[in-house]
């Protein structure tokens, strides 16, 4: 595992805008980042990376029956009463997933530990998925990588097959975010491609233009019936929406599933220590009113996060001693706290690197890099190509 500087290819922005990559710079600052590429070797992808993310996938699958089994573990993780029925049916129902993201700290010289899941809003899907294997075969073919060289990287080819298996062919899926988002917007675009390689149907609605009918279904502003949504829109934002009341009984089918709510909490990560204690790829974890669990190796430091956050929004970074080292601003924290062991992110020319492994269904298929100057990784934080040689 290596940092390498690498020129850039010479037309890479007019590339990025023909190709509908239009947030590769944002706000004057460069998102999309070439002039870095890390290099891994295949064994330090198998061994290090994807089949700890596959494990993982299923630890958390598991903590999902844990936490419906338990009242006390769905108001730790502040899940609406009003919700838990219908959560846990689907649940049952076995309502399937799209996909998720892994935040992974993993230097090359140990077992990547779990930072977080972001099993039900992922951003940074069309760069991996896309644009750095566009990158990675001009790259070869400009003599800026060696030929030959690879990249842990079948996102695309996993989201078609697992859109064809899930939504309906003879109707309209819609797919919605938020408006105003360029990168939202973009993420959804992508997969609005995809399905229709899927040979599916997609119709884009704004979240803030889907309204209610008097029977209590959810409809775009064409007065279509969603019948199929992939929502880019949290759950614990949605399940607190006035419109909220009217999910458990409406008959719309849900991209993520209801169950991810369980998934994309903070919570998790004090659940799967109490499940699965000592795991190697996992760091203790508690929540916040309980402690550092005993014999929690803190020396390091520890990490203070809200239920619910996003793009490291109210993060804080402590030493052992428990003065800040580094902290995030942001509007969560209301919900509750985690506590979590500290593991430092490889950090070269003052850049840290956080690893994306991405899971499409049950399925650890691809990678993508983040870099910071801080050690939070924040929703500027730029995204870094890699290659396997």
Request: net charge negative.
């Amino acid at each position: 595992m290596e940092r390498l500087h690498l020129p850039a290819r010479p037309d890479w922005q007019a590339l990025a805008e023909r190709l509908g990559f239009g947030f590769h710079t944002m706000y004057g600052a460069p998102y999309w980042d070439e002039t870095v590429a890390w290099r891994f070797s295949l064994t330090e992808i198998e061994r290090d990376l994807e089949d700890p993310s596959a494990e993982l996938h299923q630890m958390a699958l598991a903590a999902v029956d844990r936490v419906l089994g338990d009242e006390r573990l769905l108001r730790r993780l502040a899940i609406p009463e009003q919700v838990w029925d219908w959560i846990a049916t689907s649940w049952k129902r076995g309502d399937p997933s799209l996909y998720g993201r892994f935040d992974l700290a993993y230097d090359g010289t140990g077992p990547a530990r779990l930072l977080e899941y972001n099993a039900d809003t992922p951003t940074s899907l069309y760069e991996t998925a896309f644009f750095q294997w566009v990158w990675l075969e001009q790259a070869m073919e400009q003599g800026i990588l060696p030929a030959g060289a690879d990249q842990f990287n079948a996102v695309q080819d996993r989201l078609i097959d697992r859109l064809a298996a899930l939504l309906p062919a003879d109707a309209f899926t819609h797919f919605a975010s938020v408006s105003g988002s360029d990168e939202d917007r973009g993420t959804v675009l992508y997969l609005e491609d995809c399905a229709r390689q899927a040979g599916r149907h997609p119709a884009y609605v704004a979240m803030d233009r889907i309204g209610v009918d008097a029977q209590g279904r959810f409809a775009d502003d064409e007065s279509r019936l969603i019948s199929y949504l992939f929502k880019l829109y949290p759950w614990e934002m949605m399940l607190r929406d006035p419109f909220a009341v009217h999910l458990p009984t409406c008959p719309t089918r849900f991209l993520e599933p209801p169950w991810k709510a369980l998934l994309s909490n903070k919570g998790l990560l004090p659940v799967l220590w109490q499940m699965f204690p000592g795991h190697p790829n996992l760091l203790p974890s508690w929540f916040a009113e309980d402690g550092p669990p005993p014999g929690a190796d803190l020396s390091a430091g520890w990490v203070r996060k809200p239920l619910f956050s996003r793009e490291g929004a109210n993060v804080t970074l402590l030493t052992a001693a428990g003065t800040v080292r580094e902290q995030a601003d942001g509007p969560y924290g209301a919900e509750g706290w985690i506590g979590q062991a500290y593991a430092p992110l490889p950090c070269i020319d003052g850049q840290h690197m956080v690893v994306g492994s991405w899971i499409i269904g049950d399925s650890a298929c691809g990678i993508g890099l983040r870099e910071d100057s801080s050690a939070i990784t924040r929703d500027l934080s730029r995204f870094v190509p890699h290659f396997i040689q």
